[in-house]
């Protein structure tokens, strides 16, 4: 399953790392620093309510369809959800109304409603995207991901561009997530004909969900709060800043990230819930592998192109400053991309949630305190330290704690062969000359990926060869097909 979810996931991540690139080049040429900064305080905003109210009932669709299902319950389990979410929405009502009323700069105000406003659309898409992927219906996953992400870039721009400022990104996601959900729902809603809610279901999926929805909180508030205090400290000029950077590394590794745990985790589910403990061990340490093979040499080369894919994407204002952030959220974003899609499997599969919980505690109160102490004294530079040295610190946490639960397996020989194909990667980058823009991103990047696939190749870095022989027949029967 596993494999045929990268695949079949493969087209939406390819449009999302597109849309995700466009997306620096447009908006940090059509907006102003600053409204790229109230842009991003919007952004968090939106972020934070929609985990703060629907991720726990989102996460629990995921977690619970597959046995569900095999034993005959899905109209059950879905009627469940869907009531259950109904009983949330007076929470977005609230959140709507003070930030109304709160006395903010009216251009965040703006931005910070046109996220609170995409909420709607958004948790029912997620919704609907949970359940396909965990019952591997991938076509109809991927045509939820694709419509939202490049409809919501195409609307936004055309916002942006109309004047809008740091609302029209938001505003353009939410009315494309609309046009998706007006597709989709109605045959989510039909599955579950013949359903009722049953409150003891309810309270199942909230004992898992919630320490599911409170741990994901507490890592929006290690990666947001640094925005909050630096324009608190600073101005929304830094935040803007800040923002570029921060998406020009993390939109790039989190696209990698996300299209492997988006193929991974239903599989890891089916695994243990169909051939139990062994066969998901064997499961976990096969993606763990590949996902170190693809994000290591991501991070590293991120980092080693930082002043070149600034100068090609970023806009003028934005540029130096750019450029500066991308290697620090490099090393973050591998960090937090192996927490977040990997380590943090552990409790999952084990619904151990609430230890989840307690293990993203300690980054995300280690970065409010390293952010309180450093930023006045250090500036951007105090919140990039801040940012790397918590998620660090996250990752060492997910490692210990996760033995408790369901310890996942750390492919060490495949982590040494990447470690070492990036390591001459990096040294062989480092004698391209530097001259500037797009040939230098170009001469970079590619001496980069020769150096780092010869070496994972003759190494056979995680059964390289074979995996790759696999993966061309399964999608040479896919094209028959």
Known sequence: MFWRGVLGYLPANLVQAAVGLLTIVVFTRLLSPAEFGAYALGFSVMSLTHTCLFTWNEAAMARFWAGEADKGQAPAHLATIYRLWMTLLPGLGLALGVVAVWPLNPAVKLAA??????????????????????????????????????????????LAWAGLGGAAPLLGAGAAT????????????????????????????????????????????????????LAAFLDEAAVGVYHAGYSLANRTLDVAFIWLGAAGGPALIMALERGGPAAMRD??????????????????????????LAEVLVGPGLRAGAAHVT????????????????????????????????????????????????????????????????????????????RGATAMPIPWRTLACAGAGAALMALAVSQVPAVGGIAELILKAGAGALVYGGVVWALDAGDLRSRAGQAFSLLRARTAT
């Open 283 to 308: 499961a976990a340490r096969e993606q763990g592998g590949f996902m170190l093979l693809v994000t290591l040499p991501a991070a590293v080369g991120l980092a080693m192109v930082a002043a070149p």
């Open 327 to 402: 290697p620090w959220i490099a090393a973050s974003a591998f960090f937090s991309g192996l927490s977040t899609y990997y380590f943090s499997q552990s409790f999952t599969l084990a619904r151990r949630t609430g230890r989840l919980m307690a293990a993203m505690a300690i980054p995300a109160a280690a970065n409010i305190g390293l952010n309180l102490a450093l930023i006045p004294h250090f500036g951007l530079d105090g919140a990039l330290a801040a940012t790397v040295a918590s998620y660090a610190l996250g990752l060492a946490a997910f490692l210990v704690m996760g």
């Open 178 to 229: 609309a046009l998706c959900v007006a597709f989709a729902t109605p045959r989510e809603w039909r599955l579950f004909r013949g359903g009722a809610f049953e409150s003891d279901r309810a309270r199942k999926y909230a004992a898992y969900g919630v320490p599911v929805s409170l741990s994901l909180i507490l890592a929006l508030v290690l990666s947001t709060t640094d925005r909050f205090l």
């Open 113 to 158: 409603l046109a996220g609170l406003a995409m909420v709607l659309p958004k948790t029912l898409a997620k919704l609907a995207q949970e359940r396909r992927r965990a019952a591997g219906e991938v076509r109809g996953a991927v045509a939820l991901d694709i419509g939202q992400s490049l409809g919501g870039f195409l609307v936004g721009a055309a």
